[in-house]
């Protein structure tokens, strides 16, 4: 993520990088989340805005699901399965995938984790179909970024959904994802609804 947030610095906004063990279980990642911004001052008023990338958009869904921040924040996902992950239910069948996917599977990569509240939220898929995932039999549908089909990506929750020509591990390193990244988390805010006020007399 750190070239990514080197880019989102140069567009002027202050970054600061959460890292986690991938093995954990989600919702244990989604606590150290919570821990982790209440000691850098992100909280309440200043909670911040989010960009995850793949299985860290499942830690952020339970961790606004645990601690909803105050106002809703802007979020952009990048290839995160939100349903759970094709490729991640065939290796579990393997002892050797789930030595590899560990905690991750639980509340995660094979489905479970909460729904994304509604709000002011971009996901991009890729469809340039070049990953490990390809090697593993059955484990993509359709359209894919070679880790994550793209219809894993839907959800209603979403304000925005985007399918770039990029794969799973490209996206990070892209400059047209940085750019929809950043155009999107500096777009002005959407207006209030109207209320009704009374008639004039």
């Known amino acids: 993520m750190r070239l990514l947030a080197r880019r989102l610095r140069r567009a002027g906004f202050e970054t600061r990088c959460f890292g986690y063990p991938s093995r954990e279980p989600v919702p244990a990642n989604a606590r150290r989340l919570s821990a982790w911004l209440a000691e850098q001052g992100l909280t309440g008023a200043r909670a911040p805005h989010f960009v995850a990338h793949s ?12 601690q909803p921040p105050p106002s809703p924040p802007r979020v952009v996902l990048l290839g995160t399965p939100l349903h759970g992950s094709g490729v991640a239910r065939q290796l579990a069948r393997l002892r050797i995938g789930r ?24 996901l991009i898929a890729g469809r340039r179909a070049i990953g490990p995932g390809r090697l593993v039999p059955g484990g993509l549908a359709g359209p894919s970024d070679g880790t994550v089909a793209v219809d894993e990506t839907r959800s209603p929750a979403l304000a925005d959904h985007r399918i770039l020509p990029v794969n799973h591990f490209g996206m990070l390193i892209s400059r047209q994802v940085a750019a929809e990244t950043i155009a999107f988390l500096d777009s002005p805010a959407p207006a209030p609804p109207k209320q009704d006020g009374p008639a004039p007399p």
């Open 55 to 66: 299985l860290g958009g499942l830690v952020l869904a339970h961790f606004l699901a645990r």
């Open 99 to 122: 030595w590899l996917l560990g905690g991750a599977l639980t509340a995660g990569l094979l489905g479970g984790a909460p729904a994304l509240p509604p709000g002011r939220i971009l």
